[in-house]
């Protein structure tokens, strides 16, 4: 199954390889439900440009799904975290794994706040927004849908799908984790979620003012 995986993932590299461009190299990561992935462009003179994943999405999403089907297949008997694949336009693809670091606990805890969101993924937006506050003794949070076009709409609670209730202990869980860490309390988060995979998150360590009843 591996063989076949990979060949397929060297077949969606070879489709999105620009014209003129010696090499594509795939950087990717996965773990139980997840995976990311970068893609670097290599140039006869040598150069590198990134290539991102929302000039390709569709062929993007099927290396994102690809990846998690690939470390299912290895966990049992080969376990990796990290793979480098290199494409070229002709022979076959170099394949790299690695085992990569041990995941902390903030890292287990943002990953599993990835899945979660990505799970419940509109098929008409292309990313997903949470935007949180939290304080010694209450948390708040929302979901932003943006479409393709820039539109965006919030999510509807009355009709969420339960996994999302698990968003506020995660947010306890991740503010707990990060300042036994040691680092500096933060009081407000934004995590965008892709579809194909990949996120970012951002916190503000600004108190929050509260309004005087």
Known sequence: ?????????????????????????????????????????????GAETTLGPDEHPGQADEISALLIRLWEADEASDPWHDVTVTVRRDGEPEVDFSAGEPLSET????????VV????????????????ELDE???????????????????????????LDDIADYLIDLFEATTEDGDDPW???????????TFEINFSYEPLEKTQD
Request: charged share 30%; glycine share 6%.
């Open 117 to 132: 969101l990505r799970e419940v993924l509109p098929d008409d937006a292309v990313k997903i927004v949470l935007d949180g």
């Open 107 to 114: 890292d287990e805890i943002i990953e599993s706040l990835a």
């Open 187 to 197: 009081y407000g988060i934004t995590m965008t979620v892709r579809r194909d995979d």
């Open 137 to 163: 003794d209450w948390s708040s949070h929302d979901l932003t849908m943006y479409r393709e076009d820039g539109t965006s709409y919030h999510i509807d609670w009355d009709d969420a799908p339960e996994s």
């Open 1 to 45: 199954m591996r063989d076949d995986v990979i060949s397929k993932i060297a077949s969606l590299l070879r489709e999105i390889l620009p014209a003129g461009a010696t090499e594509i190299v795939l950087e990717g990561e996965a773990d139980e439900g997840w995976s990311s992935a970068t893609f670097a462009v290599v140039w006869p003179d």
